[in-house]
């Protein structure tokens, strides 16, 4: 049995995971509602398929999926950003 675990969501977009409760969440799934440009890219290149999906998203809800993803996987050092308790970091206290 698995149940949505969101990271992030907004009335444009939902990011999540799915909780397995035996395993550890290995992928993590971006839904985005109602977008304003998309388009799905089928090539057959020496017999392979390779398919592709491109979605036109807001800069300001690209900051916050961005944003959510790095306080979840705890990344903010790997960005410059803080690594402790310090404003910012997704174990202060004060959000």
Known sequence: MSVKASISSSKAH???FEE???EDPRF?????TDPDEFSVHKEILQGRSLE???VQI???VMDD???AWIKRR???G???GPVGLEWGSPDCPYD
């Open 78 to 80: 790997a960005v410059g």
């Open 14 to 16: 939902h990011l999540y």
């Open 65 to 67: 999926i961005a944003i």
């Open 28 to 32: 993590v799934f971006l839904e985005l």
């Open 74 to 76: 705890k990344l903010q």
């Open 58 to 60: 807001p800069k300001g």
């Open 20 to 22: 397995l409760l035996s």
């Open 52 to 54: 592709s999906i491109t």
